[in-house]
C-alpha cells in the first residue's frame, strides 16, 4: 500500500474532478490518499467537500494563485512540513502554482513525483507576452528538478516542448468519464425533439464562450443549445444569452453528467 498525496492550489472544476477520479481508483486499489489544498468560496459548489471519495483525508492549506514573493515562501515551508509529516511514497501536484511549490518542498523527501499543470500558466491569453515568457522560464527552471510532468492535451505537449528542454513530457488526455447509467438515461429521449447540442464548463475567458455563441450563430437551424454551467464572466454570459443559448448556472457533478447525458452532440470550446 502507498501513501498518496494530491496537492492542488484550486479546487475546483476540472481539476477536482480528475483528483476525485484518479483519487477513487487508487482508494480501492488499498492506498492511503491525501489532499492537500486551499478553497476558496468561488471556486466550487458548496458541497464539494461531501463529493470527495470517502476515504480522501483532505488538509487545508493556503495557496495563492498569482505570484505573491513572501506569501509563497512561507506556503512553500507550510506544505513542506506538511509533507514531512505524512511521509508520502508519491506526490501528485495539480495547476502551476501547486507544481512550483510542491516540487520545491518536495526535495528530498525521497516521493516519487508527479506535475499535472492543467493548462500551463505560460499559455494563459488574458496576460500579458512578458508575463507568458515570465511563467515560462518558471517552468523552464523547474523542469530541472526530479518529477514526471503530464500534459492533459496533445497540444499542451508540444507548447510545454518549448519551455521543457530535459524532462519527458508523459500524455494524459482530458476526457469526460459518464457514468452507463445517466448514459441510458440521456438515451431515453422524446422522439421528434431537436437537436441538443452544447458543452459543459464555468462561463469564464479560458472556456472561450464567445467563440462558442459565433458557432451558435453560424450553425443556426432548429436546434437547441445549451451550456452546463455557470460563472462570473459576463461578457461571456452576455454573448450566450444573445445568441439563444440556454445556460443552466452552477450545478452539481451527477446533474452535469445528467446534462452531458442528454445531449445529442457535444462540444468542447477553449480559449488556452
Known amino acids: 500500500m502507498a501513501r498518496i498525496v ?8 476540472g481539476i477536482y474532478t480528475i483528483i476525485c477520479t484518479v483519487a477513487k481508483c487508487q482508494l480501492e486499489a488499498g492506498h492511503e490518499v491525501f489532499l492537500v489544498g486551499c478553497t476558496r ?29 513572501s506569501k509563497d515562501w512561507s506556503d512553500m515551508w507550510a506544505l513542506r512540513r506538511t509533507l514531512q509529516e505524512i511521509r508520502p511514497d508519491a506526490i501528485h501536484l495539480h495547476s502551476s502554482k501547486a507544481g512550483a511549490l510542491g516540487r520545491v518542498s518536495s526535495l528530498f523527501l525521497g516521493a516519487g513525483v508527479v506535475y499535472q499543470a492543467n493548462a500551463f500558466a505560460f499559455l494563459r491569453k488574458d496576460v500579458s507576452a512578458v508575463k507568458r515568457l515570465f511563467f515560462g522560464g518558471i517552468e523552464a527552471a523547474l523542469s530541472l528538478l526530479p518529477g514526471r510532468i503530464v500534459a492533459s492535451s496533445e497540444s ?9 528542454f530535459l524532462r ?23 422522439a421528434g425533439r431537436r437537436l441538443k447540442v452544447g458543452m459543459c464548463a464555468r462561463v469564464s475567458p479560458q472556456k472561450d464562450p464567445l467563440f462558442f455563441a459565433e458557432v451558435v450563430r453560424r450553425i443556426g437551424g432548429d436546434m437547441e443549445f445549451v ?9 461571456g454570459q452576455q454573448a450566450l444569452d444573445a445568441a439563444g443559448v440556454r445556460t443552466t ?24
Open 6 to 13: 494530491h496537492v492542488s492550489a484550486t479546487i475546483a472544476t
Open 41 to 69: 468560496p468561488d471556486d466550487s459548489v458548496a458541497s464539494w467537500l461531501d463529493e470527495l471519495p470517502k476515504g480522501v483525508r483532505f488538509i487545508e492549506l493556503s495557496m495563492e494563485r498569482e505570484i505573491i514573493p
Open 156 to 164: 499542451e505537449r508540444v507548447a510545454a516542448r518549448r519551455y521543457i
Open 168 to 190: 519527458r513530457i508523459d500524455l494524459v488526455n482530458n476526457s469526460i468519464a459518464v457514468p452507463p447509467a445517466l448514459l441510458e438515461a440521456g438515451a431515453r429521449r422524446p
Open 227 to 235: 451550456w452546463i454551467g455557470g460563472g462570473i464572466f459576463p461578457e
Open 249 to 272: 448556472g452552477v450545478v452539481g457533478r451527477d446533474d452535469a453528467l445528467l446534462g452531458i447525458a442528454d445531449l445529442d452532440l457535444y462540444i468542447q470550446t477553449s480559449a488556452w
